[in-house]
């Protein structure tokens, strides 16, 4: 099993940034992959960001790179998402999600789901 907490989220104006956090425990992350996905009212959840437990490899959704970036402290066990630039329609909650296997950025590929957390970007 493995536990996922998000937090990092709250209001924003466009333009501004936020860090999100994913604090994970658990069994041994050494073969895990790491996503960031968001949901936005009345829309399916969609893949944001995926990063592996190495931190070698990344992979980010068309309508986020150059402005988010996804990364790894192995030492703390936690997943970050810096959001900059940020706009009204990234506008969600915010679920960070693991699992084992081949990289993908299908939201039913991930086995294991935090609690989400709320990100507002004002005008």
């Known amino acids: 099993q493995v536990q996922l907490v998000e937090s990092g989220g709250g209001l924003v104006q466009a333009g501004g940034s936020l860090r999100l956090s994913c604090a994970a425990s658990g069994r041994t992350f050494s073969s895990v992959d790491v996503g960031w996905f968001r949901q936005a009212p009345g829309k399916e959840r969609e893949f944001v960001a995926v990063i592996s437990w190495s931190g070698s490899a990344i992979t980010y959704a068309n309508s986020v790179l150059g402005r988010f970036t996804i990364s790894v402290d192995n030492a703390k066990n936690t997943v970050y998402l810096q959001m900059n630039s940020l706009k009204r329609e990234d506008t969600a909650v915010y679920y960070c999600?693991?699992?084992?296997?081949?990289?993908?950025?299908?939201?039913?590929?991930?086995?294991?789901w935090g609690q989400g957390t709320q990100v507002t970007v004002t005008q």
């Open positions: 999600a693991a699992r084992r296997g081949p990289r993908s950025i299908r939201v039913h590929d991930y086995d294991y």
